[in-house]
Structure formats: C-alpha cells, structure tokens
C-alpha cells in the first residue's frame, strides 16, 4: 500500500513515466504481433520445403514459373534416390487478382494422393475429407471457405469470377466436399482439386493466344520429390538435374535460406521496437526514481534513523520502479491488443490478419515492462539506500 501511496503522492510524472513505457510496451506488441504471424507462416513454408525438392521448368525461379511436360513425372521417379515424385499445377483461384495479399494468394492447387506419408507437413480436414477427390470436387482452406462463405455441399465457381470479366474468362463448378483446419500457413488459402481439374484451371489461366495452342493434360506446374530414407536431398537434386533435362530441381536448403532471409527484416523491426521500449521506458523511470529520492531525502533520513536497514530502503525503491513498469507494461500490452485486434477485425472479411498476439509474447512483454523497471530504478534505489541519515535529516 505504501508503494501505491508514494506513486499516487507524485501522479503527473508518473503518469507521464507510466505512458512512456506504455507506448513503448505498445509498440512491441503490435510490431511483435506482426513477426509473429510473419513468423507462423515462413515457418509453415520452412516445414513445408524442408522434407522435398522442387521441380519446375528449367527457366523457372526456385519458386515456381514456367510449365514441365509431364512425361518428365516418369524420368524423375525412375533417378536413383528417388522414393515418390508427384505432378502440381496451380492456377489463381480469384478472377480479379489486383488486390493485396499478405502471404500467399488464394490459389487452386493440385491434390497428390499419397503424398501424405511422406511429407512432414500435414493438412487436416475440420469437416468433409482433404483428400483422394474426384473431378469437379474441391476442398477449401478455411480462409477462402469464409471469405467464399462456403460449406460442405456447396458450389463454387473457380475461379471466381471479377466484376467486370473478360470475354475469355472461364471458370467451372465445383461442390465442397472438405473444409480444412486453419493452419495460418499457405494451406488456409488453398483451394485443392484433382490434377486434371488443377490442369485445365492452369491452362485456363493463360492467354489465349497460348491457350489455344497447348494441352493442359500433357503439362504441369511443377514436381514435388521425396527422397529415400537416408539420401541428401541437396545432392539428389543435383542428380535430377544431371539426368533429367530441362527441369530445374531446387535444393531444399536453398529455399529454406531464403526463406528465413526473408524474415530477417520482421526480426530486426521486432528488435527496434524492443530498444525504443528500453530507451523510453528506462530513461522515464530513471528520471522519475531519481527526482524521488532528491524530494524524499528527510523521509529516507527518518527512516534511516528509526532503523531502516540499507536493504530495505533498496527494496523500497525497487519495488516502486517495478510497479511503475508493471503497470505501463500492462497498459502498454492492452493498448497493442486492442490495436491488433480492430485491425484484424477491420481486414477480416478479406482473410487479412496481419497481427499474431500469442500467450509467449504477452508474458514477454510483461516480463521485460517490469524488469525494465527494475534495472532502471537500481541506481536511484542504491543512492537512496546509501544516503547519510544525518545528512538527510539536516535538508530541506
């Protein structure tokens, strides 16, 4: 209770103190918030591009881009090392894609019975199945299944047509027959059919003047290969590109690089959004601790000589500094939850959730807030506890 006297006794410049660290604590939440989710779903990709190798064309980017023959399925599957090799097409599930996407854009891919087994990244249906479809069947990440406002049984036209549609749009029907569980990766924003159905979309999805010249069922987007137990996949990536040309096998470890390349930037926001919280924060609480013991110095002398020990004044002083940031930590942590929050709200029609508030950052937040507090105070705490009891007494 005395610790909450002596802060309420000077309230203007602790609540000044309080909202300095307030606004730092805030700005670690929301900028932890956003590395957070950025985080969920380069960790999903890492998962996901770990366990295989991708193969695309050979002019395609170790992200995809270009089309493979798909006789090039068998010459893969038959390179020593190789235990399963699967065809992928994709094609964009949206027939206006000019928006903005975070992440990855809701997209039609292919469903690859069997790959299950071997790959470490596993999807889960929360109703229907998600898996061994038939033509004209979908399964919806559950992203694209509320922004489509889709259910099992339903139909949905893929893609879905813009508002103004070209007169060489296509698109066709399909029924839901699955719902995913939301895994705040790449799959919330999938919309998984068989490989015909994801052929003839990425065929569909090209200019006309190629359209017309092609056939989808003799092509697809790209390979995905799983290795035998044992075997390097960088080095039979190598291999693949040795022994089967014109396609492009990318290392996994290439991607997987580039990937936590890419998260970099989000870290290093996180990083300065922490040292702004240390500089404001514990400049304030500084200041304030040590203006405290100047206009206390009887009141720490009085003490002193009824027989206050040194420890106790250092606790005294502690304590209110821990308190102070304690409570700007608090205020600081609901300020970056309401702020994630309406802002998610705000984008959630689109399936754009930016901010990821997870129990770990909130305690790390509270944690760091009252430690802040802490370490600012022990100095004004120390030449507290350290003052002349006599000298104390004798100022005014």
Not at 148 to 171: E, H, M, Q, V, W
Not at 200 to 213: E, F, K, V
Not at 214 to 236: A, E
Request: charged share 20%; proline share 4%.
């Amino acid at each position: 209770m005395e610790i909450l006297r002596n802060l309420w006794r000077r309230k203007l410049r602790n609540f000044l103190t309080i909202t300095g660290i307030a606004i730092g604590i805030m700005a670690f939440t929301t900028m932890g918030s956003l590395a957070q989710r950025n985080q969920k779903l380069i960790d999903g990709g890492v998962k996901y591009f770990s366990d295989h190798i991708s193969v695309g064309a050979s002019n395609s980017s170790q992200f995809g881009g270009g089309l493979v023959s798909l006789d090039k399925l068998e010459a893969i599957r038959k390179v020593d090392g190789v235990a399963a090799a699967f065809a992928s097409a994709s094609a964009p599930a949206k027939g206006d894609t000019s928006g903005f996407s975070f992440g990855v854009p809701a997209s039609i891919v292919t469903d690859q019975p069997g790959a299950e087994q071997y790959s470490n990244f596993k999807i889960t249906a929360q109703s229907g199945r998600s898996t061994n479809l038939k033509d004209g069947e979908v399964v919806l990440g559950s992203d694209i299944a509320n922004e489509f406002k889709k259910s099992l049984g339903d139909k949905l036209d893929l893609p879905t047509a813009p508002a103004t549609p070209r007169a060489d749009f296509i698109n066709h029907t399909f029924t839901v027959v699955g719902i995913l569980d939301k895994t705040l990766t790449a799959p919330d924003n999938f919309a998984i059919v068989t490989l015909h159905d994801a052929q003839r979309a990425m065929g569909d999805s090209l200019s006309p003047a190629i359209r017309n010249q092609i056939d989808p069922s003799i092509l697809i987007g790209g390979i995905d290969v799983y290795g035998k137990p044992g075997v390097n996949l960088d080095d039979l990536a190598k291999k693949i590109n040795n022994k089967v040309p014109g396609v492009k096998a990318n290392p996994p470890s290439e991607i997987v690089k580039a990937f936590k390349q890419f998260s970099f930037i989000f870290s290093a926001i996180t990083l300065g959004a922490a040292l702004l919280a240390l500089i404001i924060g514990g400049l304030a609480v500084v200041n304030t601790m040590l203006m405290s013991v100047t206009e206390r110095y009887r009141e720490i002398g009085l003490k002193k000589a009824v027989g206050a020990k040194t420890r106790h004044i250092l606790r005294e002083f502690i304590a209110e500094s821990a308190a102070i940031g304690l409570i700007g930590g608090t205020t600081g942590l609901f300020l970056g939850w309401v702020i994630t929050s309406l802002i998610n709200a705000a984008t959630a029609d689109k399936n754009l959730q930016l901010f990821l508030l997870t129990p770990s950052l909130a305690i790390t937040a509270l944690v760091f807030a009252t430690g802040l507090g802490v370490i600012a105070g022990v100095i004004p705490a120390l030449q507290a506890a350290r003052l002349d009891p006599v000298t104390a007494l004798r100022s005014q």
